[in-house]
Each structure stands twice: as structure tokens, then as C-alpha cells.
């Protein structure tokens, strides 16, 4: 009984320590999730690129205490928020609630405190912190609305107080929360509420104006306003203003990078010496986290340019490549309070050390995590830096590493692409474009097969179309021309097939074939059906033959459920919402002839999408706009035909058509919210139902 009761105790310890993450961890057991996300925005498990080595907590740090026994006093941190690595990779943290700068060594060892004596150089709730290249460091004092500038020893040196510009307005707050400098001395610094964007200052305290201010997203609620409103209400009310920048960073080159808060789109940017930003205009983070916006309250920039963020809200680290591609995703928040190794409960902080180190700080936690580079990501980051640097063949290696040990990783397969393209094996770069969804990628290597093709079979393809054109003219004039000239009248060999073939004189000279629908019996309900399926199955077929190039959707993730759904229900609402309207506007078409002629008019879809998704697949990017030519005019000959419909079938003029297809519209939107809400009150009650039954049957027996 002892020695169980000892081996239990034994286990217990064991799953303690795990638990709280104590010592350090081995790569399999990470407490949170890795991840990146393939071309089309989905998730794709990854190995974890980064593993925690270590807490920083401040427990180190001794201050004199006249009121202690000892003299002195432990100080922890307390909502620790920016961070800072110098040259020596000593970092420097923001101890916002202790009103101080924590310094420690390249080893994690204390060194120091900055401004927490007394005197100019005190500080008041700082959140930012920089050091130059000459040992200065910057400290973004919130609370005291400057920036505080301290010698490499620590001792104060200056401030630059509210910029005293009338640019800079009166009413616009100063209170920095970020701070970066360049080396020329400028000081770019994020504010906190900050819309315009960062305010630059000259190394003499001059105001130079604004950088990187965001966009207003679009606000319906905002112009309705504009339009109702008058001044004076207008006055009164609340404008969304942009997402401002909360973290500010500089890379070795000089160039700016900024981290924005609230918002998901372009939270990251970095700025080029003529402010222009370089990066792509694009969403940034996670796109599956739904409850709220982006909280990117960090950035930082390694030596190779690999830009690393922190999102407070879902405490999630993502890295991005120099061109803003996702390398991984990796972190999160904790489930409970508890301090544990490398669980982020809220983000605030980041910097990467020189070494390839990586620190977070933890407001909530107040401590930092240390995170080193597992052998995953120290591939990654070798493959990208030859890849970046334009040396494909040699970054093939290292892709093939990681490939083996991630098959789904697609910037691996996108970089072994761009190596055999590099090398002129245009057949193994396409294929290996095709495995990462790289359109760009494959329409390149794409157009160098076609044209060897071209160039090996120019002359046999000039020869049978020649012999064909001959053919052609052979037949019209030496045979069809001899005889009798008829027009053949499919109905006499079948209803249905002369049914389906009216179709073709509907496309052609829509009046008169809408015409014969609604007064001369053409048509038919089952041809309907028929062409509507076709259509449908032209659907499937774009989606799953459309070349990569011009494909919109992953085929591998097709349902075809839901792609009937999207695609034969709107057109069933159509006709009904459309009958109801003409009803009430006195129209003449008979729901018959609506559903006959609807379906119809979906024809020149079918006829055009079918042999252009075939054509697809022997373009290239280049013609792109041939691809989308046809595209559109399918497009507009489908709404032509409907437009036409509605005023031939139910004899109206076409200024009475109009409104008629407008009205209709909005018909479909009322059924569609209508059949939304019916579909969610059933679910809600068969749920009850559910319940109620299986309570009774645990009551009753």
C-alpha cells in the first residue's frame, strides 16, 4: 500500500512540473499550437518552429529598502510591455508598472535599472524602449508625454517633449507608447491613439510631420449619416477614425517598420526613405480569430529582414518573410491564470536578439518568455535567406530539409520551384508550383513549355490547319453547296430535343425566342430542368479543370453539397421572387414561362465556360485578360437574356422592366433572410424538442 501510495505521489510531481512548464521543454511538448496557412487561407499543422527555454521575471532584481532588514529588496516586474535588444544583445525592458528600464546581459543576468531615481530623468509608466547604434537609449515615457533619452551608462541626457508645431495640432495628443530612431537621428514615435500615423522628430526636436498614417476602412453607417444629417449633427457624432500604429521598429538598412492596432488589413507596413510602403497591402494574422480585431502591439526585424509580430489578443506569434509570406504561426493564450513557460497570456512586447533569440513580454504574467529556434525553423530561415537573396539552387537543399519534415509546407515546395526554374527544368518547376498553388510561379514556367512546344510543332500545327480549312471549303462547296438547302426542325425527330435546341435561337434573337416561350408553347419544364443541371455541371467542371493560373477556389476542397446549393438555389429564388413581382406589377408571364425562360438564359454560360476552361490550360498569366474577356461576356449575355425576359414574357416596355428586375433583387434578399430565419427557429426548436424528450426519458425511467 506504501509503495503505490509513493508511486502515485511519484506520478502526481511528474504531471505538476509538465504542467506548469517547469525547466525546459522538449520540442513535443510545447504548450500551444504551430501552424501556417496554405494558398487558399486554410490551416495547415506545422512542426513548432520556436520552443520557450525560459522565464524572465524580474526576481533577480535587488533595490536598496531603508525599511527592510537587509538593506535592500527584490523588485519583480511589474506589466512589462516594450522591448529592446543592443548590439551586445543585452535587452532592455519596458517595466511599465515599476516606472523603470530593467537592463540584462546577453546571459540573462541583471545589470541594471534606468530611470527610476530621482530627478529629469524619473519615469513615469514608459512603454517603449530603443537603443541606437551609439549606445542611447530611447524610452517612450507615456506617462510623462515624451521621449526620454538616456547615455549608454544610463544616465539621462534629454528629452523631446509635445512638438510645438502648429502642423501638430493643439488638440492631438501626445503620449508615446513606441519609439525608433535612425541614423541620422530621427526619431519616429508611436502614440497612443495615433491615427495620423508616426510623428517624426528631428535630432533638434523639430516636428517633421507624419508617417504611415492608416485608412478609414468604409463605413456605411458613416455616409448614410453624411447624407441625412445636417452639420450640426454631424458635429456631434462619433467618426471611426484609422487604426494607429503601436509598435515602431528600425532594420539595419533604415527602413521603418510599424505595427498597427485595430484593424485587419495591412496591420503591418514597412517605409522606404520616401515613406512609400513596400510591403503587400494585404491581411495580415490569423483569419480564423473572429472575435474582434488585430492587436499587433509588436514588432521586430531580424538581421536576414524576417519581420516577427505579437497579437495580444490571441497571443499568437507570426513571422513573415521580407516580403510579407507567412513562415508560421505559433503560440497562444493560456486557458487559466496560471504562469507557465511559453503560454502568452497577454501579449505586449517583442525583439529578436542577434543569436536568433526571441522574447515576448507578458503584461498580464509580467515576466518575458525566451523562445529559441528549433532546427525547423533554423532551415527555414537558411532557405530563406538564400532565396531571398536569388540563390534558388542553393536554398533547394534546405527546402528539401524541411519538406521532409513538413510535406505540406508550400513555400518549401514554392522555393524547390523556383530552383528548378532557376535551372531551366521548367517541367519540375511546374509541378512543384502546382503543389504550393503558385500561380505566378506556374504561369512562368508554364509559358517557356508552351513556347518549346510551339517552336518543335509550329510547322506541324500550320499544316493540319490547313488540311482542315481545306476540308472545310471542299465539303461547303463541292458537297453542301450541291444540296437542297432546309432548315431542320428538331421537334419533328424528338419534343425534348426540340426543346433543348430552341435554346440556341433564344441566344441568338432572344425577342422573338422569349416570345414563342410565354404565346407559341415553346419550351418545357424538363428542358428547363436540363439545362439548369448542365449548367450546374459546367460549374463542377470550371472548378475542377480550370487551369491554376485562373482558378479561384482549392478543388481539393470542393463540396459539392454546398456548390448546388450557391449555385441552383439563388437562380430558384430568382424565379420565384421575380413571379411575385411581375404578379403585382401586372405582368403576362405565367410562372411556367418564367422558370422556362430563366433557365434559358443561363445558356451562354454553358456554351462559352465550357470550351474556355479548356482554353485555360494553355494560358498563361499574359492572357489573362482573354480569360477574363470571355469570362464577362458570359457573364453580361446570361444578364441580357434575363433583361430581355422580363420585359418580352410579360409584355413590357423596358423603362417598366427596370424597376421590375431592381424590385426583384430585393425580393430575393427578403426570402433569402426570411428562409434564414425559418431554417434557424427549426434548428432552435428541434434542439428543445430534443432536450424536453430526453429529460422526460431520464425523469420517467
Given at each position: 500500500m506504501g509503495r503505490q501510495l509513493r508511486r502515485l505521489i511519484i506520478v502526481a510531481i511528474i504531471g505538476l512540473v509538465w504542467y506548469l512548464g517547469i525547466g525546459v521543454p522538449s520540442l513535443a511538448s510545447v504548450p500551444y499550437p504551430s501552424f501556417s496557412f496554405d494558398a487558399w487561407g486554410q490551416r495547415v499543422v506545422a512542426p513548432a518552429p520556436y520552443e520557450p527555454i525560459r522565464l524572465i521575471d524580474g526576481y533577480d532584481i535587488m533595490q536598496e529598502?531603508?525599511?527592510?532588514?537587509?538593506?535592500?529588496?527584490?523588485?519583480?516586474?511589474?506589466?512589462?510591455?516594450?522591448?529592446?535588444?543592443?548590439?551586445?544583445?543585452?535587452?532592455?525592458?519596458?517595466?511599465?508598472?515599476?516606472?523603470?528600464?530593467?537592463?540584462?546581459?546577453?546571459?540573462?543576468?541583471f545589470v541594471r535599472t534606468i530611470g527610476d531615481s530621482s530627478g529629469k530623468g524619473r519615469?513615469?509608466?514608459?512603454?517603449?524602449?530603443?537603443?541606437?547604434?551609439?549606445?542611447?537609449?530611447?524610452?517612450?515615457?507615456?506617462?510623462?508625454?515624451?521621449?526620454?533619452?538616456?547615455?549608454?551608462?544610463g544616465e539621462f541626457v534629454k528629452d523631446y517633449g509635445r512638438p510645438?508645431?502648429?502642423?501638430?495640432?493643439?488638440?492631438?495628443?501626445?503620449?508615446?507608447?513606441?519609439?525608433?530612431?535612425?541614423?541620422?537621428?530621427?526619431?519616429y514615435v508611436a502614440t497612443e491613439?495615433?491615427?495620423?500615423?508616426?510623428?517624426?522628430?528631428?535630432?533638434?526636436?523639430?516636428?517633421?510631420?507624419?508617417?504611415?498614417?492608416?485608412?478609414?476602412?468604409?463605413?456605411?453607417?458613416?455616409?448614410?449619416?453624411?447624407?441625412?444629417?445636417?452639420e450640426e449633427q454631424l458635429s456631434r457624432?462619433?467618426?471611426?477614425?484609422?487604426?494607429?500604429?503601436?509598435?515602431?521598429?528600425?532594420?539595419?538598412?533604415?527602413?521603418?517598420?510599424?505595427?498597427?492596432?485595430?484593424?485587419?488589413?495591412?496591420q503591418i507596413k514597412r517605409f522606404n526613405l520616401g515613406g512609400i510602403n513596400t510591403l503587400p497591402e494585404k491581411d495580415y494574422g490569423d483569419p480564423f480569430f473572429r472575435a474582434g480585431t488585430s492587436m499587433f502591439t509588436g514588432i521586430a526585424v531580424d538581421s536576414q529582414g524576417l519581420i516577427t509580430t505579437v497579437d495580444a489578443n490571441t497571443g499568437q506569434i507570426f513571422q513573415y518573410t521580407p516580403n510579407g509570406d507567412l513562415l508560421f504561426v505559433f503560440g497562444g493564450r493560456g486557458l487559466t491564470q496560471i504562469e507557465r513557460l511559453g503560454v502568452i497570456n497577454q501579449a505586449a512586447g517583442i525583439a529578436i536578439r542577434y543569436d536568433g533569440l526571441l522574447l515576448v513580454s507578458d503584461l498580464r504574467s509580467n515576466n518575458v518568455h525566451v523562445f529559441q529556434p528549433t532546427e525547423f525553423a533554423t532551415l527555414v530561415h537558411q532557405a530563406v535567406h538564400l532565396f531571398e537573396d536569388g540563390r534558388y539552387s542553393e536554398s533547394a537543399v534546405y527546402w528539401s530539409e524541411v519538406l521532409r519534415r513538413n510535406a505540406n509546407y508550400d513555400l518549401a515546395q514554392r522555393g524547390l520551384g523556383m530552383a528548378a526554374y532557376q535551372n531551366e527544368d521548367y517541367h519540375e518547376a511546374i509541378k512543384y508550383f502546382e503543389l504550393a498553388q503558385d500561380a505566378a510561379g506556374y504561369s512562368d514556367a508554364f509559358w517557356w513549355v508552351r513556347r518549346a512546344w510551339l517552336l518543335e510543332n509550329l510547322s506541324n500545327v500550320i499544316i493540319v490547319v490547313v488540311i482542315i480549312w481545306v476540308l472545310h471549303f471542299l465539303v461547303q462547296r463541292l458537297w453542301l453547296g450541291k444540296r437542297p438547302k432546309y432548315k431542320r426542325d428538331w421537334y419533328q425527330v424528338n419534343r425534348l430535343l426540340g426543346d433543348l435546341m430552341y435554346s440556341f435561337k433564344v441566344i441568338t434573337k432572344p425577342v422573338d425566342g422569349f416570345y414563342d416561350i410565354r404565346w407559341g408553347k415553346k419550351g418545357s419544364i424538363l428542358a428547363a430542368w436540363i439545362i439548369i443541371f448542365l449548367a450546374f455541371a459546367t460549374k463542377i467542371f470550371t472548378l475542377y479543370y480550370t487551369s491554376l493560373i485562373f482558378m479561384s477556389v482549392d478543388r481539393n476542397r470542393i463540396n459539392l453539397v454546398e456548390q448546388a446549393l450557391t449555385f441552383v438555389l439563388p437562380w430558384l429564388i430568382w424565379v420565384v421572387a421575380h413571379y411575385l413581382i411581375s404578379s403585382l406589377k401586372a405582368g403576362e408571364g405565367r410562372f411556367r414561362d418564367v422558370f422556362i425562360g430563366s433557365a434559358y438564359a443561363m445558356v451562354p454560360y454553358i456554351i462559352i465556360m465550357i470550351p474556355l476552361t479548356i482554353i485555360s490550360n494553355l494560358l498563361t498569366g499574359y492572357e489573362a485578360t482573354v480569360y477574363t474577356f470571355f469570362q464577362n461576356v458570359s457573364i453580361l449575355w446570361c444578364g441580357l437574356l434575363f433583361f430581355i425576359m422580363v420585359f418580352t414574357i410579360h409584355n413590357y416596355e423596358i423603362w417598366e422592366a427596370i424597376p421590375t428586375c431592381i424590385l426583384s433583387v430585393l425580393m430575393m434578399v427578403v426570402i433569402s433572410a426570411l428562409g434564414g430565419l425559418v431554417i434557424g427557429l427549426t434548428f432552435n426548436v428541434t434542439e428543445f424538442a430534443t432536450a424536453l424528450y430526453k429529460e422526460v426519458i431520464y425523469r420517467v425511467f
Amino acid at each position: 500500500m506504501g509503495r503505490q501510495l509513493r508511486r502515485l505521489i511519484i506520478v502526481a510531481i511528474i504531471g505538476l512540473v509538465w504542467y506548469l512548464g517547469i525547466g525546459v521543454p522538449s520540442l513535443a511538448s510545447v504548450p500551444y499550437p504551430s501552424f501556417s496557412f496554405d494558398a487558399w487561407g486554410q490551416r495547415v499543422v506545422a512542426p513548432a518552429p520556436y520552443e520557450p527555454i525560459r522565464l524572465i521575471d524580474g526576481y533577480d532584481i535587488m533595490q536598496e529598502d531603508p525599511w527592510s532588514l537587509t538593506g535592500f529588496s527584490i523588485v519583480p516586474l511589474s506589466q512589462p510591455q516594450g522591448l529592446a535588444v543592443d548590439s551586445q544583445d543585452h535587452l532592455y525592458i519596458a517595466d511599465t508598472g515599476n516606472n523603470r528600464i530593467v537592463q540584462y546581459d546577453q546571459d540573462f543576468n541583471f545589470v541594471r535599472t534606468i530611470g527610476d531615481s530621482s530627478g529629469k530623468g524619473r519615469l513615469s509608466r514608459p512603454r517603449g524602449v530603443f537603443v541606437d547604434q551609439d549606445g542611447l537609449i530611447y524610452v517612450a515615457d507615456t506617462g510623462n508625454s515624451r521621449v526620454a533619452v538616456f547615455s549608454e551608462d544610463g544616465e539621462f541626457v534629454k528629452d523631446y517633449g509635445r512638438p510645438g508645431s502648429q502642423v501638430f495640432g493643439s488638440q492631438y495628443r501626445f503620449a508615446p507608447i513606441s519609439v525608433a530612431v535612425d541614423r541620422r537621428g530621427t526619431l519616429y514615435v508611436a502614440t497612443e491613439g495615433g491615427y495620423r500615423g508616426l510623428v517624426q522628430i528631428s535630432p533638434l526636436g523639430q516636428f517633421m510631420g507624419f508617417l504611415g498614417g492608416n485608412k478609414a476602412g468604409f463605413d456605411l453607417l458613416w455616409l448614410l449619416k453624411q447624407w441625412f444629417f445636417t452639420e450640426e449633427q454631424l458635429s456631434r457624432e462619433a467618426r471611426r477614425l484609422p487604426g494607429s500604429p503601436g509598435s515602431v521598429v528600425i532594420d539595419d538598412k533604415g527602413l521603418v517598420y510599424t505595427a498597427t492596432i485595430s484593424t485587419n488589413h495591412a496591420q503591418i507596413k514597412r517605409f522606404n526613405l520616401g515613406g512609400i510602403n513596400t510591403l503587400p497591402e494585404k491581411d495580415y494574422g490569423d483569419p480564423f480569430f473572429r472575435a474582434g480585431t488585430s492587436m499587433f502591439t509588436g514588432i521586430a526585424v531580424d538581421s536576414q529582414g524576417l519581420i516577427t509580430t505579437v497579437d495580444a489578443n490571441t497571443g499568437q506569434i507570426f513571422q513573415y518573410t521580407p516580403n510579407g509570406d507567412l513562415l508560421f504561426v505559433f503560440g497562444g493564450r493560456g486557458l487559466t491564470q496560471i504562469e507557465r513557460l511559453g503560454v502568452i497570456n497577454q501579449a505586449a512586447g517583442i525583439a529578436i536578439r542577434y543569436d536568433g533569440l526571441l522574447l515576448v513580454s507578458d503584461l498580464r504574467s509580467n515576466n518575458v518568455h525566451v523562445f529559441q529556434p528549433t532546427e525547423f525553423a533554423t532551415l527555414v530561415h537558411q532557405a530563406v535567406h538564400l532565396f531571398e537573396d536569388g540563390r534558388y539552387s542553393e536554398s533547394a537543399v534546405y527546402w528539401s530539409e524541411v519538406l521532409r519534415r513538413n510535406a505540406n509546407y508550400d513555400l518549401a515546395q514554392r522555393g524547390l520551384g523556383m530552383a528548378a526554374y532557376q535551372n531551366e527544368d521548367y517541367h519540375e518547376a511546374i509541378k512543384y508550383f502546382e503543389l504550393a498553388q503558385d500561380a505566378a510561379g506556374y504561369s512562368d514556367a508554364f509559358w517557356w513549355v508552351r513556347r518549346a512546344w510551339l517552336l518543335e510543332n509550329l510547322s506541324n500545327v500550320i499544316i493540319v490547319v490547313v488540311i482542315i480549312w481545306v476540308l472545310h471549303f471542299l465539303v461547303q462547296r463541292l458537297w453542301l453547296g450541291k444540296r437542297p438547302k432546309y432548315k431542320r426542325d428538331w421537334y419533328q425527330v424528338n419534343r425534348l430535343l426540340g426543346d433543348l435546341m430552341y435554346s440556341f435561337k433564344v441566344i441568338t434573337k432572344p425577342v422573338d425566342g422569349f416570345y414563342d416561350i410565354r404565346w407559341g408553347k415553346k419550351g418545357s419544364i424538363l428542358a428547363a430542368w436540363i439545362i439548369i443541371f448542365l449548367a450546374f455541371a459546367t460549374k463542377i467542371f470550371t472548378l475542377y479543370y480550370t487551369s491554376l493560373i485562373f482558378m479561384s477556389v482549392d478543388r481539393n476542397r470542393i463540396n459539392l453539397v454546398e456548390q448546388a446549393l450557391t449555385f441552383v438555389l439563388p437562380w430558384l429564388i430568382w424565379v420565384v421572387a421575380h413571379y411575385l413581382i411581375s404578379s403585382l406589377k401586372a405582368g403576362e408571364g405565367r410562372f411556367r414561362d418564367v422558370f422556362i425562360g430563366s433557365a434559358y438564359a443561363m445558356v451562354p454560360y454553358i456554351i462559352i465556360m465550357i470550351p474556355l476552361t479548356i482554353i485555360s490550360n494553355l494560358l498563361t498569366g499574359y492572357e489573362a485578360t482573354v480569360y477574363t474577356f470571355f469570362q464577362n461576356v458570359s457573364i453580361l449575355w446570361c444578364g441580357l437574356l434575363f433583361f430581355i425576359m422580363v420585359f418580352t414574357i410579360h409584355n413590357y416596355e423596358i423603362w417598366e422592366a427596370i424597376p421590375t428586375c431592381i424590385l426583384s433583387v430585393l425580393m430575393m434578399v427578403v426570402i433569402s433572410a426570411l428562409g434564414g430565419l425559418v431554417i434557424g427557429l427549426t434548428f432552435n426548436v428541434t434542439e428543445f424538442a430534443t432536450a424536453l424528450y430526453k429529460e422526460v426519458i431520464y425523469r420517467v425511467f
